[in-house]
């Protein structure tokens, strides 16, 4: 009995622990302004506890604080790769989470949106700077996002058309004439039609 006791409240302190730190992590999230250094350590400490793991809540919050810190261009040069890292944690969120997403849809899934659209800004921004190799990896990445959105029911475009041909360009320019041609197949697969469309079935 002792046993069974000592267990439920150390399993009852283990909870007020964890949800403390995810309070701790959203408040510095919310904060005005945010303070998203504290936010990201509170957040990777959480989730470093194996049995956090397969908690929804706190790779929801992972994906919106590191989100945060891709935007924020102090803490963005620290953390180079949070945008992908914020992308990669929402879809843990998806795998694990036990109630049916509802804290994407309360957020009219903007986190996953803002990913998709300054993935496609900073890929348009380099193409124009004629910065191929950094275009090609922001608009693969968008195209990740985009596929995701497809494949969640997210959204109904089946295919990204622009985002296809952007990456293929951007891989072209870029040397890649191989991955260009993946890109360009897609398309060609699926018979698409429209202007800038005519030189990839060349």
Request: charged share 30%.
């Amino acid at each position: 009995m002792k046993k069974i006791l000592l267990t439920t409240l150390f399993a009852a302190a283990g909870l007020c622990l964890f949800a403390q730190k995810l309070d701790k992590a959203k408040d510095y999230l919310t904060s005005k302004p945010p303070k998203l250094a504290e936010a990201k350590t509170e957040i990777d400490g959480v989730l470093a506890d194996p049995k956090n793991q397969k908690n929804g809540e706190a790779w929801y919050y992972k994906t919106k604080i590191y989100n945060a810190v891709a935007n924020d261009s102090v803490q963005a040069a620290k953390t180079p790769d949070a945008r992908w890292t914020a992308f990669e944690a929402l879809k843990k969120y998806t795998e694990v989470d036990d109630k049916k997403e509802i804290m994407l849809q309360l957020d009219k899934y903007q986190p996953v949106m803002d990913i998709y659209q300054t993935y496609y800004k900073l890929g348009a921004a380099d193409f124009n700077a004629n910065r191929h190799p950094e275009a090609y990896k922001n608009f693969k990445n968008c195209l990740a996002v985009s596929e995701f959105m497809t494949l969640k029911g997210w959204t109904n475009v089946k295919l990204d058309t622009s985002v296809v041909l952007y990456t293929g360009i951007a891989a072209e320019k870029d040397g890649k004439k191989d991955d260009a041609a993946v890109y360009y197949g897609r398309l060609a697969d699926a018979k698409v039609s429209g202007e800038g469309m005519v030189e990839i079935y060349k």
